[in-house]
């Protein structure tokens, strides 16, 4: 069964203290992996989408990897402008419809 | 990036009656759109694709007569939720793809009471 797991489930940083985000994933004929962020009440916005294993993406403070098991979300130097609730996605060849994740919390405090 | 709305953007109803929601893609046409509930703290569950012009596919335990779907015109999906009652109380959310990304619309927060 196709499956999307994001941890850790919250993450409490320091301005400044830089960590990453995990989702792993098991789909069967992936098509893309995606990342968005939400803020609370808000839809998810788009952020990166990488298709291939070793494939590399940033922006900002943000970087995104992908692994055949598993892709990555750095944040580097964190401000509390980036907590939000950072949310990974698999879509598949069949149907282009999309997994997520349940999502990672993330506090940036000052 | 595309913009997605929707319309409400939340919306509040007696139990038993039903609620329209609309999806528009502003400034790209979209032959498929996306419907996705989530419930508090939990993340996104795709719940049907609405397909402009034809019938919407819907998931797996979801009530294709309770969640009637019409996708009319390229830029335009509706999901009607009737007979709606507390348990249909979510935030819903709308996207749409362009070259192979989903952009989600705002939301619809529905309170049912």
């Known amino acids: 069964e196709d499956q999307v797991t994001q941890s850790p489930e919250a993450l409490r940083l320091q301005e400044g203290e830089s960590s990453s985000l995990n989702c792993s994933y098991t789909?069967?004929?992936?098509?893309?992996l995606f990342w968005y962020r939400q803020d609370p009440g808000k839809g998810p916005e788009f952020l990166f989408t990488?298709?291939?294993a070793g494939e590399e993406k940033e922006k900002e403070r943000l970087k995104a990897t992908l692994t055949k098991k598993e892709s990555f979300l750095h944040i580097t130097a964190p401000k509390p402008e980036d907590s939000a609730t950072y949310l990974c996605?698999?879509?598949?060849?069949?149907?282009?419809?999309?997994?997520f994740g349940a999502g990672t919390r993330l506090t940036v405090k000052p | 990036g595309a913009v997605v709305s929707q319309h409400p953007s939340w919306v509040i109803c007696k139990s038993g009656t039903s609620v329209k929601i609309e999806c528009r893609s502003l400034?790209?046409?979209?032959?498929?759109m996306f419907w996705y509930r989530q419930f508090p703290k939990q993340s996104l569950m795709l719940m049907a694709t609405?397909?402009?012009?034809?019938?919407?596919?819907?998931e797996q335990g979801v009530e294709k007569d309770k969640f009637l779907i019409n996708h009319a015109s390229l830029t335009l999906s509706t999901l009607t939720v009737t007979s709606a009652h507390p348990e249909d109380s979510s935030f819903y959310i709308c996207s749409a793809t362009v070259r192979e990304t989903q952009y989600f619309g705002p939301g619809t927060r529905l309170l049912v009471l």
């Open positions: 609405s397909n402009e012009g034809s019938k919407a596919t819907y």
């Open positions: 990488l298709y291939s």
């Open positions: 400034d790209f046409q979209a032959t498929t």
């Open positions: 789909v069967s004929g992936l098509r893309g």
């Open positions: 996605a698999a879509s598949r060849h069949v149907n282009n419809d999309m997994r």
